[in-house]
């Protein structure tokens, strides 16, 4: 007789199968010499009455090994009793991923652990195209252990967990209910329970009492509800109508239908934890006897070394969906071919790599019925309506640049209407978000609709969560993320310099001149005097166009010399002599004309940018006033460029701008502006034709939206 320690609730219904399978085991091995002597005790559902237990058993009783205890809780004692003592702790049940088989060789479990189901349930959520998950647990070794896993699990596929729900078993059904109230507070509705069904069950009840299972909803269970370990009542059955589940898969077989028509005679469904122990008990009852055969011929009696294992892995996953007091199975998960539906269960393995697109495609699961008896998918999150909070957003009140946010109140509603590019960039933001965020502007101003306060002043707010974020041109400063959140920017960075251009002086009615230099144009007339002289002493002997009295022949001279220029001359040509100096002077002047026309053309149409100023040390060298319109920027010129301070004024508008420059230092006003490159280019985009950005541009991080430290836009960071 081989002592062996039975562990198990009184109450569980695991443990008359465990006495069936040693009773069914000997009846068929008659012949086997060894045989287990189970020395039961109960573990009383407690941590502390099971470690009790088990030392009784392993000082008292001397057993070679132990069965059970049923939960992960129990068991991380119990494990850490039997290493000291040497005794195989060997579990059906203990399923938390945390308990690990590879890490204590005197730990054996015979089921599978909770991390096998993370990637069929992951799947799962990835095929309906839910981006936040809240996951709702016990407090308790075996909700803790998966935990873990299954946020990796979603990492690996951009789901977000926004919130993690934790529950003690020992919680009191109204504490139950305020959790599930909290939940309605924020916009996910896609719940993961993983939970023993004795606290699962009381929270779907508190969960359909709060109207929770409705069609906005998505539920999704692990298999710690379905193994019926502790099974789910009839009342919780009906409270998780539309409900989505994974459980293995478990393979008929002749000997599986054996067992169920002996032992489920009035039962509705099998006991998976059940079918384990019985396993269990008939592997260590043959393990025993193999045992004992292997020693009898030394007759040494000694306990075996077990080996550490990684446990088992199930080949195949079930999607349930729970319609009525059923659970329907709707699909088929399996490492290699991912989910496919219930109608191509029989064909998984002729699947092609081209089939495997079923991975990611809804149509290979049959369409569930969801909470609330649609078969339209819940989106995944609504607009909380609870406490009817809404997001406050702190926006400017500014006259400075109101392209970028702009208020006006309706004189007769007295209703504020918001535009730019700020507030155009938020709704197009808001849009892409996976989940819907309420929200309410709160214009920061005086009791007559002025501006309360500097930027600055407008992030103090948000840092003393009198709003929660900020929409706005604000610029991402360091000295700010001390006490703020920024998002990714959503303009270009960068301070430029403004400065006027000078006026083109050589634009006048004399313009026709500036072509050519003076020198050029007297040259090029003597030129034509010359050549017409030259001409006219060529042809004067055989030519009589070029005879006459000296004032025609002089007068036919110039002629002659300036209608070539535009080669409307009409005497005729005599000498050889006179056409070989025509050809080389029609060819100068040819060249002289069509650079004439080149720079004059130049002159009229191009536009000539003369800047006043060029560089940003003969303006600080020169002491010049320059102007600035936000306080950092003042802070740049200072500490960067070394302005002196009392050289620098400040602008709030456009136009101050355009009045400043044109003054100038001299006369009450700045050579240059310095700002941001967004504003500066909505100034020359109104003043083109005046202004000019010249010099290098100073790089700062651009414009961004604003939450406070203490929530933080997680969501909209990434979709900025």
Request: aromatic fraction near 12%; charged fraction near 20%.
């Amino acid at each position: 007789m081989v002592k062996v320690g039975v562990m198990i609730d009184k109450n569980s219904r695991v443990g008359r199968h465990i006495d069936m399978a040693l009773s069914d085991f000997y009846a068929e091995h008659a012949s086997y010499r060894t045989r287990l002597s189970l020395c039961s005790r109960d573990s009383q559902n407690d941590v502390v009455a099971a470690a009790s237990a088990a030392l009784d058993l392993m000082e008292n009783e001397q057993v070679y090994a132990i069965i059970g205890p049923e939960w992960s809780s129990q068991a991380k004692f119990v494990i850490d009793l039997g290493a000291r003592a040497q005794v195989p702790i060997i579990s059906f049940s203990a399923t938390s991923p945390s308990l690990s088989p590879a890490q204590n060789i005197y730990f054996v479990r015979t089921t599978y652990d909770d991390s096998v189901q993370v990637k069929a349930i992951a799947a799962v959520v990835q095929i309906f195209g839910w981006k936040e998950v809240v996951p709702l647990y016990e407090d308790t070794e075996y909700g803790n252990g998966l935990i873990p896993c299954i946020t990796n699990a979603f990492q690996e596929i951009d789901t977000r967990v926004p919130y993690r729900s934790v529950i003690h078993p020992s919680a009191h059904d109204i504490d139950i209910l305020n959790e599930l109230i909290k939940l309605m507070t924020m916009q996910t509705r896609v719940f993961l329970v993983h939970m023993t069904a004795s606290l699962g069950s009381r929270l779907f009840l508190q969960a359909n009492k709060a109207g929770m299972l409705n069609d906005e909803t998505v539920w999704i269970v692990t298999d710690g509800l379905t193994s019926l370990l502790d099974p789910v009542g009839y009342r919780a059955k009906e409270s998780m109508q539309g409900v989505i589940g994974v459980r293995p898969h478990l393979p008929m077989s002749k000997r599986l239908e054996r067992f169920k028509k002996k032992y489920l005679i009035g039962a509705r469904k099998l006991n998976l934890f059940a079918l384990w122990g019985y396993d269990t008990v008939s592997a260590l009852a043959n393990a025993v006897e193999m045992a004992w055969w292997n020693s009898s011929k030394s007759r040494n009696r000694r306990r075996t070394r077990p080996k550490a294992g990684d446990g088992l892995r199930p080949s195949k996953f079930e999607v349930f969906n729970v319609v009525g007091h059923n659970e329907w199975v709707i699909g088929y998960w399996t490492p290699k071919h991912g989910l496919c539906s219930k109608r191509t269960k029989s064909n998984v393995s002729n699947f092609t790599k081209k089939e495997n697109g079923c991975r990611t495609s809804k149509d290979n699961l049959m369409p569930p019925i969801w909470p609330g008896g649609t078969r339209q998918q819940p989106k995944g999150w609504v607009i909380p309506t609870v406490t009817g909070k809404k997001m406050k957003i702190g926006v400017p009140v500014t006259q400075r640049f109101s392209e970028f946010f702009k208020i006006v109140w309706d004189p007769q509603t007295d209703v504020p209407t918001y535009s730019g590019f700020s507030y155009d960039v938020f709704l197009e933001v808001l849009k892409e978000l996976p989940f819907a965020l309420p929200y309410e502007f709160k214009p920061f101003m005086n009791a007559s609709r002025q501006s309360a306060g500097s930027y600055d002043d407008l992030l103090y707010q948000c840092y003393l969560q009198v709003v929660d974020a900020v929409v706005a041109d604000m610029t991402i400063i360091a000295n700010r993320s001390n006490y703020v959140d920024f998002a990714l920017p959503y303009s270009e960075s960068g301070v430029s310099m403004l400065v006027a251009m000078k006026d083109d002086k050589r634009r006048n009615m004399w313009i026709f001149l500036k072509p050519l230099k003076w020198n050029l144009w007297l040259t090029t007339g003597l030129a034509f005097v010359f050549k017409g002289f030259i001409v006219w002493v060529l042809e004067r002997q055989k030519n009589e166009d070029f005879n006459g009295s000296p004032g025609e022949q002089f007068r036919l001279c110039l002629w002659f010399s300036f209608s070539t220029l535009v080669f409307a001359h009409r005497e005729r040509i005599m000498s050889n002599l006179t056409r070989l100096v025509l050809v080389i002077w029609l060819f100068v002047v040819l060249i002289i004309t069509q650079s004439y026309t080149a720079n004059l053309a130049s002159l009229l149409t191009v536009q000539r940018l003369q800047p006043k100023f060029v560089d940003v040390h003969d303006l600080v060298r020169n002491r010049h006033y320059v102007g600035y319109q936000s306080s950092f920027v003042k802070e740049l010129l200072i500490r960067e460029m070394n302005f002196d301070e009392s050289r620098l004024r400040s602008y709030s508008s456009p136009e101050k701008y355009h009045k400043a420059l044109m003054k100038g230092s001299g006369n009450g006003g700045v050579d240059a502006i310095f700002d941001e490159t967004p504003y500066l280019k909505l100034f020359l985009a109104k003043y083109c034709d005046k202004y000019t950005i010249i010099g290098p541009t100073y790089k700062t991080d651009g414009f961004a939206f604003v939450s406070s430290t203490s929530l933080s836009l997680c969501s909209m960071h990434y979709y900025l």
